[in-house]
């Protein structure tokens, strides 16, 4: 052979390319396009085939699953899902590739199917508008174009269907170039739509622009609330430390002059909020611990912050509720929804439509502009970031998002403790006093805590000294100056008595169906 008809690579080397290729173009060109969609207010739902492919695994995750996610990677969940889907599509790229070369008919099949899984996905998203299918559409024109043009250019040529025109050359050079073109085209592509999409530049012009409402009684921290030990979670929890668990994929960029706060549902009269008219209403500031239902015994998703905003109780008084309510279920710009017990509302507790965490405005990952904060409750039936609309109804009648997959209804926020310091199989050395700090925190919202009791191996329960009390709403630090013996290992257990006497249950159990229960425990090694 001839350097100018050269094939240095095989068929099937080149199939695969192609397939890499006409996936690459498809995703970028749709990513491209879903960006300058929403950018311009056309798009009704998630018209990003990417993330409306991840935003309907989620919402087809079985609570085993979730769980699992959120132990093994936490808040790291969402880009291990990302990163999943990249690797399923490059493998269905390969496949589509590999039949290219002798079964041309069933790899646009295939393309097609999965460019139909793709397009089912987007209009399965909330708000989904006919409109929305437009960049899977012609991204996937764009792949199929890619992969005809490919094969007659690249693989029909070394399988000897087509000859090369005089004075061609095909070489693997030539189609690792045209591989790698294809493949950064559709990455920057990609990224400039995510980019463009949205209102991410508005958002983070709202926030800087954004003054705290003054309110007439700021919450201020007491003396004594922290302990004072080193290696415990910090009383007051940074917003940027803040845990983070929703079904957001991506987080959601929402512009406050576009925001409404809906109320809608068995009321006497439908009330629409914008922000300025939420900003001018009477604030008040909570400090407030926020759980989620999916920690486990001695995990830490959990925080405590300070929390600013208008009561939801003075909303719904303003809308006036019907009799026969007992639910209000709240729905996030992204269509998630909790469904809240009317009472804890409406019976005096802080529950707010926050806009400020810690003095400052919520950061987009937290709900700005607005989110609820429901003491009492664990999050996924009251924490809605994001939130657009509060519908009054009855629990026969609707559900939130996690209760159909399984979850309690209600949610209430169990009565317990975690052990931070030491950590589970330490070694310590006590100090010159021949003590160890053991220490942690402690937390029964809307109930507060009472005592906390610490036990080493199978000893007496001894009392450990309580932080200062700030709020029923808020957790406690505690420790216990444990006199540790000179050397061995112990086993230290923790557990929280609330102020109604009721003692934390011992009884281990999931965070499925409402919540994980038992003792905290670690084992350390004294040296």
Same mark, same amino acid.
């Given at each position: 052979m001839t350097d100018d008809t050269r094939t240095e690579s095989g068929p099937y080397a080149r199939g695969l390319a192609g397939g890499v290729a006409a996936g690459a173009v498809t995703i970028g060109v749709a990513e491209l396009l879903a960006g300058v969609l929403s950018r311009g207010g056309w798009a009704g739902g998630t018209p990003s085939p990417v993330l409306a492919v991840g935003g309907a695994f989620i919402d087809r995750t079985p609570p085993w699953l979730k769980d699992f996610a959120v132990n093994v990677f936490g808040t790291h969940d969402k880009q291990v899902l990302l990163t999943g889907i990249t690797v399923v599509l490059v493998l269905l790229s390969l496949l589509v590739g590999a039949l290219l070369v002798r079964r041309v008919v069933a790899a646009l099949v295939l393309f097609v199917l999965l460019l139909a899984v793709a397009a089912a996905a987007v209009l399965s998203r909330p708000h989904a508008a006919p409109q929305d299918l437009v960049p899977i559409v012609i991204?996937?024109?764009?792949?199929?174009?890619?992969?005809?043009?490919?094969?007659?250019?690249?693989?029909?040529?070394?399988?000897?269907?087509?000859? @090369?025109?005089?004075?061609?050359?095909? =070489?693997?050079?030539?189609? @690792? %170039?045209?591989?790698?073109?294809?493949?950064?085209?559709?990455?920057?592509?990609?990224?400039?739509?995510?980019?463009?999409?949205?209102?991410?530049?508005?958002?983070?012009?709202?926030? +800087?622009?954004?003054?705290?409402?003054?309110?007439?009684?700021?919450?201020?921290?007491?003396?004594?609330?922290?302990v004072g030990v080193r290696g415990v979670t910090p009383f007051i929890v940074p917003s940027g430390e803040f845990y983070r668990i929703d079904t957001a994929l991506?987080?959601?960029?929402?512009?406050?002059?576009?925001? $409404?706060?809906?109320?809608?549902?068995?009321?006497?009269?439908?009330?629409?909020? =914008?922000? $300025?008219?939420?900003?001018?209403?009477?604030?008040?500031?909570?400090?407030?611990?926020?759980?989620?239902?999916?920690?486990?015994?001695?995990?830490?998703?959990?925080?405590?912050?300070?929390?600013?905003?208008?009561?939801?109780?003075?909303?719904?008084?303003? +809308?006036?509720?019907?009799? %026969?309510?007992?639910?209000?279920l709240s729905t996030s710009v992204d269509g998630w929804t909790a469904g809240t017990p009317l009472s804890a509302l409406t019976d005096g507790r802080n529950a707010l439509i926050a806009v400020a965490m810690n003095g400052k405005a919520l950061s987009a990952v937290h709900g700005f502009p607005a989110r609820l904060v429901v003491p009492g409750l664990y999050g996924?039936?009251?924490?809605?970031?994001?939130?657009?609309?509060?519908?009054?109804?009855?629990?026969?009648?609707?559900?939130?998002?996690?209760?159909?997959?399984?979850?309690?209804?209600?949610?209430?926020?169990?009565?317990?403790?975690?052990?931070?310091?030491?950590?589970?199989?330490?070694?310590?050395?006590?100090?010159?006093?021949?003590?160890? +700090?053991?220490?942690?925190?402690?937390?029964?919202?809307?109930?507060?805590?009472?005592?906390?009791?610490? &036990?080493?191996?199978?000893?007496?329960?001894?009392?450990?000294? @309580?932080?200062?009390?700030?709020?029923?709403?808020?957790?406690?630090?505690?420790?216990?100056?444990?006199?540790?013996?000179?050397?061995? &290992?112990?086993?230290?257990?923790?557990?929280?008595?609330?102020?109604t006497g009721a003692v934390q249950s011992s009884a281990q159990a999931p965070p499925a169906p409402n919540g994980s229960s038992g003792y905290d425990s670690v084992t350390v090694t004294v040296t």
């Open positions: 991204g996937g024109l764009a792949g199929l174009w890619t992969l005809s043009a490919w094969r007659r250019r690249f693989v029909s040529v070394a399988t000897g269907e087509h000859a @090369l025109a005089p004075g061609s050359v095909v =070489d693997r050079r030539t189609v @690792l %170039g045209a591989t790698t073109g294809a493949i950064v085209g559709g990455a920057l592509a990609t990224v400039v739509g995510r980019a463009i999409s949205g209102s991410a530049r508005a958002v983070q012009q709202a926030r +800087a622009a954004f003054m705290v409402p003054k309110v007439a009684h700021p919450v201020t921290v007491p003396a004594g609330a922290s991506v987080v959601p960029q929402v512009d406050p002059d576009q925001w $409404h706060l809906r109320v809608t549902g068995m009321v006497e009269r439908e009330v629409t909020l =914008d922000w $300025h008219t939420l900003l001018a209403k009477p604030m008040q500031e909570a400090m407030v611990t926020l759980m989620c239902v999916s920690n486990e015994v001695g995990g830490d998703l959990n925080g405590n912050a300070i929390w600013t905003g208008w009561p939801v109780r003075d909303l719904l008084a303003e +809308a006036g509720v019907k009799p %026969g309510a007992d639910m209000v996924y039936v009251s924490a809605t970031k994001w939130v657009t609309q509060l519908k009054v109804t009855t629990y026969s009648s609707d559900e939130g998002y996690w209760t159909p997959r399984g979850w309690s209804a209600k949610g209430p926020v169990k009565t317990s403790s975690r052990i931070d310091v030491p950590r589970n199989g330490a070694h310590v050395t006590p100090a010159a006093n021949g003590k160890v +700090a053991v220490a942690g925190v402690a937390w029964a919202q809307h109930r507060g805590i009472k005592a906390v009791q610490v &036990r080493i191996d199978d000893g007496e329960w001894q009392q450990a000294r @309580l932080g200062t009390d700030a709020s029923i709403d808020a957790w406690r630090q505690w420790v216990l100056e444990w006199k540790a013996p000179s050397k061995g &290992r112990h086993t230290v257990t923790v557990r929280a008595i609330d102020r």
